[in-house]
């Protein structure tokens, strides 16, 4: 379902306010959430890019399922800028209405004291709370990383997804949730199915827990599995 303006969220303003940690000023910034034509991807992380930038205004993307709170969508609260980063901070529409729940929002920034033509802003994504809510692995990282665990695999197919343990708290935690299929020869010169199940810690991509199941290729029977670390 498609509407031309989902939400007004705030007058058109910019309006200096509180100092910056590193002593410069940061301001609100006025901005207006508009209905996107659609998003053809759902991006494994949060992503948040800068996708158009007009005379007076600034488009930018906010993308990614892991923002979800449970049931609840995430909302834009406020942002806050200067010249070396713009701080977005997300909030979550309990109201449970009927609506369609996004992954992604679109959202028109009106440009003042705080942009240059020269130099774009680094863009963070916070909750109220002042958590990060931006992974630090990649997804290749996220890859190699469980490639190491899983030494003499082939054939592999690997299924990435990404959460954060506590969205709204003031240190929210990335996961990755990893399933690996693929085909191992054990040291006998037998071929066995193997399916692991690995969470790995964002940030230093250390295993959580983990599980490897080896079946027989024959007939699907389990023959053993191992957990790791």
């Known amino acids: 379902m498609k509407r031309s303006v989902a939400l007004i969220l705030c007058t058109a303003c910019i309006v200096a306010c509180c100092s910056w940690p590193l002593g410069e000023t940061v301001q609100s910034v006025g901005f207006t959430v508009l209905e996107s034509p659609g998003y053809d991807k759902t991006p494994t992380v949060p992503e948040v890019s800068i996708v158009n930038v007009g005379d007076e205004t600034v488009d930018i993307l906010i993308t990614g399922e892991a923002l979800n709170n449970g049931a609840s969508p995430f909302v834009v609260r406020n942002i806050k800028a200067n010249r070396s980063e713009l701080q977005i901070v997300l909030d979550w529409d309990t109201s449970g209405d009927a609506f369609p729940r996004p992954v992604h929002q679109l959202i028109r920034l009106e440009k003042g004291d705080w942009w240059s033509a020269d130099e774009q802003p680094a863009?963070?994504?916070?909750?109220?709370?002042?958590?990060?809510?931006?992974?630090v692995s990649t997804p290749q990282q996220v890859r190699d990383a469980v490639a190491d665990h899983l030494p003499g695999l082939k054939g592999q197919h690997t299924y990435l997804k990404f959460s954060f343990a506590e969205v709204a708290s003031s240190d929210p935690k990335g996961l990755w949730d990893v399933t690996v299929v693929g085909s191992l020869r054990e040291a006998d010169g037998n071929d066995m199915d193997v399916v692991a199940k690995i969470t790995l810690l964002d940030r230093d991509l250390t295993v959580s827990s983990g599980k490897v199941t080896y079946y027989s290729p024959s007939n699907g029977t389990i023959v053993k599995t191992e957990e790791l670390p």
């Open 123 to 135: 863009i963070r994504l916070l909750n109220g709370n002042r958590g990060l809510l931006q992974a």
